[in-house]
């Protein structure tokens, strides 16, 4: 199976900074098939990128997916308050369908 | 309103079995997989497999096959998962996910998520 990893494990920020967040897959994802989700405490997780790089319904534009291959990059342009969750990377190309450890995203 | 509703909170013994159920509303059920996740207290999600609601045609992952069984029901629109033989790293978050839709093609990614369903193996 694919396997992900992703980093930073943490990632400590104040609002209104950048953040970049790495997802690297063990081999090729098939047609780039990787998408990203939020999590925050107590929730399920949301959709925010599928297709590597296209934002679903509803998703500010703040947010932004890139990469292909093995290498793909989620990027919040300016944090906001509720921002501020773990963020997991899954590839669906390849069965079966394979998260990464997730990145926790925290209030410097 | 678009939602998948899951049953409530589990309490096991170890070796015993368990059912969780999704309920489907506000879309057409037979043109979304509905999958199946868990999430292990501070571990990452972890895919189980998935079912088509029009035919009941599933697939497991191979780490839960013998011990997964994936089922619908149209008339209801609910979708069932029940896992045997429990152990304690069963104890995990359960949730329903929904497949993304377009164009005909059912995607492994999920749109739409359950509010989850704790289950818990203790003796």
């Known amino acids: 199976e694919i396997v992900l990893t992703q980093s930073p494990g943490t990632l400590s920020l104040s609002p209104g900074e950048r ?84 990145t926790k995203v925290n209030i410097k | 309103q678009v939602q998948l509703v899951q049953s409530g909170a589990e309490l096991k013994r170890p070796g015993a079995s368990v059912s969780v159920s999704c309920k489907a509303s506000g879309y057409i ?40 069984t994936m089922t619908s029901d149209t008339s209801s629109t609910t979708v069932y998962l029940e896992l045997t033989s429990l152990i304690s790293e069963d104890t995990a978050v359960y949730y329903c996910a929904r497949s993304f839709f377009s164009a005909g093609v059912s995607f492994g990614f999920f749109d739409l998520w359950g509010q989850g369903t704790l289950v818990t193996v203790s003796s």
């Not at chain 1, 990203?36 to 599928?50: E, S």
């Not at chain 1, 297709?51 to 919040?76: C, Y």
């Open chain 2, 29 to 68: 059920f037979n043109n979304h997989y509905v999958h199946w996740v868990r999430q292990a207290p501070g571990q990452r999600l972890e895919y189980m497999g998935g079912i088509n609601p029009d035919g009941g045609r599933t697939a497991n992952a191979q780490k839960f096959q013998g011990r997964v």
């Open chain 1, 19 to 102: 953040a970049t967040l790495s997802c690297r897959a063990s081999q090729s994802v098939s047609s780039n098939f990787l998408a990203w989700y939020q999590q925050r405490p107590g929730q399920a997780p949301r959709l925010l990128i599928f297709g590597a790089s296209s934002r679903a319904t509803g998703i500010p534009d703040r947010f932004s997916g890139s990469g292909s291959g093995t290498d793909f990059t989620l990027t919040i342009r300016r944090l906001e308050p509720e921002d501020f969750a773990v963020y997991y990377c899954q590839q669906y190309g390849t069965s079966p369908f394979t998260f990464g450890p997730g």
